[in-house]
């Protein structure tokens, strides 16, 4: 099987390979991208979450892809899509995006989602797409309007992985419209 590879103007959304870590553990243990996320992660956490990504991608052929920058081959991120894991969004087609916090402001997420939107619209043409994040999350939420993507109030919720006393419990959800 040919490793998944799509491609934007400055970016390039892959398959995970072992040499990720490094990268990718960095990102995720800067406070900065925790902020709205949750704790920082060890280097274990990370290594289980792509070789989760790398399981999704040959389950699903599809998952949160390697996210790098085409003007310098570095990985700045992740971006992709996977099936929701629980409700309000269980089994639907979810997209997400992370990136390291020293290349926020220059439009990649909003490039990336695009590019990823695109591809489910070929791939999976009957599904909408959907996004959650915590409702404090500023950033993510202005990426989803930007994709033109739709608040649905009335599905936030309170997320199942997240410490009931954290400020990060409660969660906002969007979708596209169908056949955007």
Not at 88 to 97: H, M, N, Y
Request: glycine share 6%; proline share 4%; charged share 30%.
């Amino acid at each position: 099987m040919a490793e998944f590879f799509l491609e934007s103007e400055h970016l390039i959304m892959r398959g995970w390979r072992s040499d990720d870590l490094d990268a990718f553990h960095a990102i995720n243990n800067d406070p900065k991208v925790r902020e709205t996320l949750g704790p920082l992660m060890t280097r274990e956490q990370v290594a289980d979450l792509i070789g989760r990504m790398q399981k999704l991608q040959a389950k699903d052929g599809c998952c949160f892809w390697a996210l790098d920058r085409k003007s310098d081959d570095r990985l700045i991120g992740w971006c992709g899509m996977i099936r929701g894991s629980h409700a309000p969004i269980l089994d639907k087609l979810e997209i997400g995006w992370r990136l390291g916090s020293d290349m926020w402001g220059n439009g990649y997420i909003t490039e990336a989602a695009k590019t990823c939107i695109q591809w489910a619209s070929l791939q999976y043409p009957d599904e909408q797409i959907w996004a959650i994040t915590s409702e404090n999350n500023r950033r993510s939420r202005a990426v989803m309007e930007r994709l033109d993507m739709i608040y649905l109030p009335e599905l936030d919720f309170d997320h199942p992985s997240v410490d009931p006393e954290s400020d990060l419990l409660r969660h906002v959800t969007y979708c596209t419209e169908r056949n955007q």
